[in-house]
């Protein structure tokens, strides 16, 4: 069933991307993730530029753009091409895919689970990337960065509210007018819950 409109749990049209079963298949790898999160960021990039950043060879990204193309996630930025390179960027700048809603009778859980999965480990990569530029931050930035992790007992529909009130808070940021000293911040959020210990060993009799 799909979210009511006003719910902020819900897609906004005209700018959110609401993944479809194909887009989340093409998702499932880590890496084109990672070229999605550089694209939104930085703006349009040509392969070389993603090749560099990635430190992997030029087959590999263009493998992985075509992918990212065919699948309706970027798109060639004609006005930037040359005859010698392609640039390409993001069709939109929010990705949208809410597990608990199967659009139109599709989709199915693992597709969910191989795209949680994937962000994971984009966002784990994106993680020592930014651990990297620490040493690099600004006193003024560095001021207000934020590193926080709490554990809380919940249950599904109370993880879900929870959800609805962040979302809500951070859309009235998304949309500031942009002032000079603007520059993109990530903010990442992950609702998980921790992997299940083993049993008790027993002891010996």
Known sequence: MAREPGDPLAPQ?????????????????????????????????TGRRLAAHFALDSGAVSYHLRKLAAGGLIEEDVERGTRRDRWWRVKAQVLYHDPAVVENGEGEPEDSRAYLHSTLLAYGDAMRRYAADVPH?????????????????????QLTELKRDLVAVIDRYRDL??????RPVSLHIHALPPPELPPEPRPRQ
């Open 177 to 182: 007018p942009e002032e000079p000293d603007a």
């Open 137 to 157: 931050l600004s006193r003024d930035w560095l001021n207000v960065t934020m590193s926080s992790e709490r554990s809380l007992r919940l249950t599904p529909a």
């Open 13 to 45: 049209p005209g700018r959110d991307l609401v993944l479809d079963t194909a887009a989340l298949r093409v998702l499932a790898h880590p890496m084109r993730l990672s070229f999605l999160h550089y694209l939104r960021d930085h703006g349009p990039a």
